[in-house]
């Protein structure tokens, strides 16, 4: 069968950080991945951006380089189209190819607020789509959902997140990336380094029937960072670092593990955690055992180790459970292990002709952005009722 045709939005000779290089392309040009996907085109800002990367990268002087998103669009010669540019440029590079039928897989958010969101999604072929949240196909989650459905620990009676933001510093940004400090470019990392775990404990723990949350600005100033480490300004945000949550999860129909209404509490601190303790740790509590997941500092990634341990309340016995990378997954960088899978399993989709999805080898679509997405609106926007509430609160005291 022939390759699947693939464009890329974003892969950059010149940016600091390109998860479009270190996490897309690794795999796409591997030996496993080339017996699915060809790279046919690249998208930047200009056409020769797009041709720069091209010999940066040393693909083929076949590959189209394109400046205009709405021209990629109209090229009949590409089949998926793929997004990994910063969150508020999503849209407008996205969308004449949604617009034009093709396949996308779009990094996680998918665009900076529900109602573009909404907009990409509502029409676009949300089964022939890809959205950035591997978190959910990375064998520590298939693992937790085994453990769960074969009835390790019995049916999950609470579970409970700590979880910290480790990838920048907790008062500073660096200058590329200043725009973090304001909510209406919708990356910021409650949103991008939170919504990542909280995504995938929803895909073992399954989603809350109802929830409140609580933030907090604890931090309201932020350093602007130089390329020489010096501070250059020091700037207002409006993001939250503080994040709670709690709510009751609903049973997810068929499956079993989880009792209705129990209760689930997740926390994010934006900043390293107590020098020396796990980035992420997470409790699964149950009718016979408990799960406890502890993860390094660097969790997103899956750089460091993550361990999982059984707590067998009947023996009182703990112990290590063994989980592990397919070895396929093992010649790739760690950073794409996770994308990897799910090109993989839309590969298999898509050679199969596009028929049912087998069971077990789903991936999250526009449809699960959506989803997503309308729990971090409702988070701010009850951020935003409390806000409002404590200075009218202030105001009328006064």
């Known amino acids: 069968m022939p390759c699947i045709r693939t464009a890329i939005i974003g892969l950059s ?28 085109a690249l998208l930047n800002s200009s056409i020769s951006a797009a041709e720069s990367a091209r010999t940066t990268f040393n693909l083929s002087s076949s590959v189209k380089a394109y400046g205009d998103a709405s021209a990629l669009a109209q090229d009949p010669d590409i089949d998926l189209v793929v997004c990994c540019t910063r969150v508020d440029v999503h849209f407008r590079t996205i969308e004449p190819s949604i617009r034009a039928g093709k396949a996308v897989f779009v990094e996680w958010p998918l665009a900076e607020n529900l109602s573009r969101v909404l907009e990409l999604a509502g029409d676009g072929p949300i089964q022939d789509s890809i959205i950035g949240l591997q978190g959910r196909v990375s064998p520590v989650t298939l693992r937790l ?24 510093p907790r008062d500073a940004l660096p200058e590329s990336m200043e725009f973090f400090a304001e909510r209406k470019h919708g990356g910021n990392p409650i949103i991008i380094e939170n919504g990542h775990s909280l ?6 723990l399954g989603e809350f029937n109802e929830f409140e949350s609580r933030m907090q600005i604890q931090r309201p100033g932020v350093k602007i960072i130089g390329n020489g480490r010096e501070v250059k300004k020091v700037i207002g945000t409006n993001i939250p670092d503080l994040l709670a949550i ?12 989880v009792v ?37 500092e660097k969790f997103l990634f899956l750089e460091d180790p993550i361990v999982i341990q059984l707590h067998d309340h009947v023996t009182d016995e703990v112990k290590e459970l ?32 596009k028929k049912c999805v087998r069971k077990g080898r789903e991936w999250p679509t526009l449809e699960d952005a959506v989803l997503r997405t309308r729990q971090f609106d409702t988070i701010f926007r009850q951020f935003d009722q409390a806000e409002e509430a404590r200075v009218g609160g202030r105001t009328s005291r006064a």
């Open 13 to 40: 000779a010149s940016a600091i950080t390109s998860w479009a290089a270190s996490a897309h392309l690794p795999y796409l040009l591997s030996s496993c991945g080339s017996k699915h996907y060809e790279v046919t």
């Open 145 to 168: 959902k085994a453990l769960l459905a074969e009835g390790v620990i019995g049916k999950v009676l609470s579970s409970h997140v700590s979880s910290y933001g480790a990838l920048l």
């Open 199 to 204: 995504d995938w404990v929803h895909e073992v």
């Open 246 to 257: 709690q709510g009751t999860l609903k049973a997810r129909e068929g499956e079993s593990g």
């Open 260 to 296: 209705d209404g129990a209760l689930f509490t997740h926390v994010f601190r934006h900043g390293t955690p107590f020098k020396g303790q796990p980035g992420l740790t997470l409790v699964i509590n149950g009718e016979k055992g408990e799960l406890l997941v502890t993860m390094g």
């Open 322 to 353: 063994a989980w592990d990378w397919a070895d396929w997954q093992k010649d790739l960088p760690v950073k794409a292990r996770g994308v990897a899978e799910l090109y993989e399993r839309y590969a298999e989709w898509v050679e199969a002709g």
